[in-house]
């Protein structure tokens, strides 16, 4: 279970909003589209890495979180939200199953407040992703942390390029 928690001005700290169901959360990710906010948690273990991990809309209305979607993840650990022309990603970091940190991460598209998988990409432990922009060109960061087959950390992370997706190998140790 998560907590969320809102701003209170009147006290000027943070109190509880809400509890929030999660299975060995281990990253949110807040993101807007068309003035709506949206929450995206990253499941990580409940025994098994193959989990679901979930996308939350805040609902005006109610002023709670509305769960959207659910989205087969393994061993999800990171969420990291881009925006390419006016097009909405969201890329999960997938870190391991049960036996292999050889995962497939995968970016998705947003498209009528839902997922469409846009690009699987073969990852090491997948820790983390990061967007940035230098120059008017879009960049998409893995960092790549652990190699199980063999233990050992000295992978290499990758930084992709778009629209081209090429990627160009960096080393991290």
């Not at 999800?76 to 870190?95: K, M, P, Q, R, T």
Request: aromatic fraction near 12%.
């Amino acid at each position: 279970e998560s907590v969320v928690y809102r701003w209170d001005d009147k006290i000027k700290n943070f109190t509880e909003h809400t509890r929030v169901n999660t299975t060995g959360a281990s990253d949110w990710e807040h993101f807007e589209i068309d003035q709506v906010h949206y929450l995206a948690v990253a499941n990580h273990f409940d025994g098994n890495h193959e989990i679901e991990s979930v996308i939350y809309r805040w609902d005006n209305t109610t002023k709670d979180l509305v769960e959207i979607e659910r989205v087969s993840t393994t061993g999800g650990i990171d969420w990291e939200h881009f925006e390419i022309d006016n097009v909405h990603y969201l890329a999960v970091a997938n870190y391991r199953n049960l036996t292999t940190s050889k995962i497939e991460s995968v970016v998705y598209r947003w498209e009528n407040e839902s997922l469409v998988e846009h690009k699987r990409i073969k990852t090491i432990g997948a820790h983390n992703w990061k967007h940035f922009e230098i120059e008017n060109v879009h960049y998409l960061a893995v960092a790549n942390l652990i190699n199980l087959e063999n233990y050992t950390f000295n992978i290499k992370s990758v930084i992709y390029r778009s629209p081209q997706l090429c990627n160009q190998l960096i080393p991290t140790y």
